[in-house]
């Protein structure tokens, strides 16, 4: 962020109604101030959310504490401090347990009344990316809810019949003939299982919102996984208390987190597997509800975290669209339709992969006054 703006505030809004640390807490991006011996003297709100701690807990620490010391982002700092001059990067990696595996744009100048003292500006790219990719995941599945409409229709009748006539010779079939038939009705009744399926894809992005604690969700979603499927896994819950209601429909979003929660839970080792369920605030991110040119805020962040092998780089361009899968035996419709029933509710799921820790991220609008409940 260039100084002589931060200089501009501080000498031009003193007097006025704008509050410099309230204005830079409003930016998406990452602000973060360090005096001469590296330490945080400032941090915004959107620095607390990408370190995933406090501002109260930041000042006072080195910078070194929350980046390793080969941190590219280190070397910048110095080039700019001892350059006195501002400086820029594009592509920088932050790889942490605190920042995840993200990709961001550094900027980074001198305060000129500071001597030694710089900001350091960090604007994930990744983010509108992710955007684009889960707006082209619901183009994807809009495609999808055609092709189901004519399944449905053109298909399931079809099988009906080929089913029928199956059971009509089985009555006079004999036993090794009895095998072939009944393979026939089975093979029968897993397609139109699967069209079945794809029948939640229909165009119909109505949804029934009202306010839902998510926090409730995701706690019928935890008994569920822990009395099934991930009996055998540690889950962890991380929530924020003080969020506001989602606005969205309940038993679709327990659909979606059922599902996350699932793909997770089979994905992490049989010894020492661990899903990581975190909520919380964010700023910055707005997008348009489905049939509607309003731009809603989608602060709220659900995030489920696991400490599988990660997704293979291969599949990651295209992980939501319909029929892609890491399972030998799966149809490969479950995120396509997490990405329908997100992109029906106004919201984004976005993820971050590398071994041992793959984060998906759903962003959610909240409640507002004057939305129907």
């Known amino acids: 962020m260039p100084i002589p703006i931060v200089s ?8 006025s109604t704008f509050d410099p640390t309230s204005v830079l807490s409003a930016l998406g991006s990452a602000v973060v101030a360090v005096d001469r011996q590296n330490v945080i003297r400032y941090a915004n709100g959107a620095a607390e959310q990408l370190f995933a701690c406090g501002a109260a807990y930041m000042v006072g620490q080195s910078v070194t504490d929350f980046l390793p010391p080969d941190s590219p982002l280190l070397a910048l700092v110095t080039q700019a401090r001892d350059g006195n001059f ?15 595996h993200r990709t961001v744009t550094v900027q980074i100048a001198p ?12 604007h994930e790219q990744s983010i509108a990316l992710k955007i684009g990719s889960q707006l082209t995941s619901r183009n994807a599945a809009r495609s999808v809810s055609a092709m189901a409409a004519i399944l449905a229709h053109e298909v399931k009748n079809p099988l009906s019949g080929i089913r029928g006539a199956a059971q009509l010779l089985e009555q006079n079939a ?4 009895r095998v072939l038939t009944r393979l026939i009705c089975d093979e029968a009744d897993r397609i139109v299982a699967l069209v079945d399926r794809m029948e939640a894809f229909s165009d119909n992005p109505t949804v029934e919102r009202s306010a839902v604690n998510i926090h ?12 099934g499927f991930a009996r055998s896994v540690r889950i962890i819950e991380n929530y924020d208390p003080s969020l506001p209601p989602v606005l969205g429909d309940r038993d679709q979003l327990v659909q979606v987190f059922l599902n996350l929660v699932k793909n997770a839970a089979e994905a992490v080792p049989e010894e020492g597997g661990e899903i990581i369920l975190s909520t919380g605030y964010q700023h910055g991110v707005r997008l348009a509800l489905p049939g509607s040119e309003t731009r ?3 602060p709220l962040v659900v995030s489920i975290q696991d400490n599988g092998p990660g997704i ?16 030998t035996s799966g149809s490969g419709l479950g995120l396509a339709l997490v990405a329908k029933i997100i992109g029906d509710h106004g919201g984004v799921i976005e ?20 939305d129907g409940k």
């Open 8 to 15: 501009a505030l501080k000498r031009g809004l003193s007097g």
């Open 86 to 100: 501002s400086v820029a990067e594009y592509g920088v990696t932050l790889d942490t347990p605190r920042t995840g």
């Open 111 to 122: 305060i000129i009344e500071m001597p030694g003292a710089v900001v350091i500006s960090l």
């Open 174 to 177: 004999g036993e090794d003939d």
């Open 216 to 227: 409730r969700v995701l706690e019928h979603v935890r008994r569920i996984s822990e009395a």
């Open 296 to 298: 809603r805020h989608l």
């Open 312 to 327: 293979p780089e291969d599949l990651k361009p295209n992980l939501f669209d319909a029929f892609v899968t890491t399972k």
């Open 351 to 370: 993820f971050d992969s590398v071994p041992r820790r793959t984060i998906f991220r759903v962003m959610l609008p909240m409640v507002q006054d004057g």
